[in-house]
């Protein structure tokens, strides 16, 4: 059986880093300094909610199915086993996913920020729903 507690804490921090940066009652009261600050949040918070989203996908996968099937496959590989498996709806979609999560290893202004925090928004709703199937199928 799998922790979810982590993947649930990562996801409810995860929203409320959104719904704060999409408050223009919030936005109004910061400086741009304080603003950039909160956006520098909710990309980290992405970040690390996406890391936990796949680990726990594997960690199903290989609980579920064992750790020869998963073990030193690509990302898109392994999106295409969970979702062989129900865990996650577009591969597709999560593999973009994995892209904005690498561009922010690699280079950080103004325009990655726009880019995943709206990517963020997206995720945050497909994360909602492979923690529920986890959640469900978590014997």
């Keep these: 059986m799998l ?36 956006r520098a949040g909710l990309v ?3 970040e690390f909610t996406y890391e936990l989203s796949w680990k726990f996908i ?6 579920n199915l064992g750790a020869v099937y998963v073990d030193g496959v690509s990302r898109r590989e392994l999106f295409r086993i969970a979702a062989e498996h129900r865990l996650i709806d577009d591969v597709e979609q999560w593999v973009f996913f994995h892209k904005l999560r690498n561009l922010t290893s690699h280079t950080y202004d103004q325009d990655t920020a726009n880019e995943v925090c709206e990517g963020a928004v997206l995720f945050y709703r497909q994360a909602e729903g492979l923690l529920s199937v986890l959640a469900s ?3």
């Design 3 to 38: 922790d979810l507690s982590s993947f649930e804490k990562a996801l409810a921090a995860l929203g409320e880093a959104i719904e704060a940066t999409a408050s223009p009652e919030l936005k109004r009261l910061m400086t741009p300094a304080q603003y950039h600050t909160l």
């Design 44 to 46: 980290q918070s992405f």
């Design 137 to 139: 199928r978590n014997d």
């Design 58 to 63: 594997k960690r199903w996968l290989e609980a």
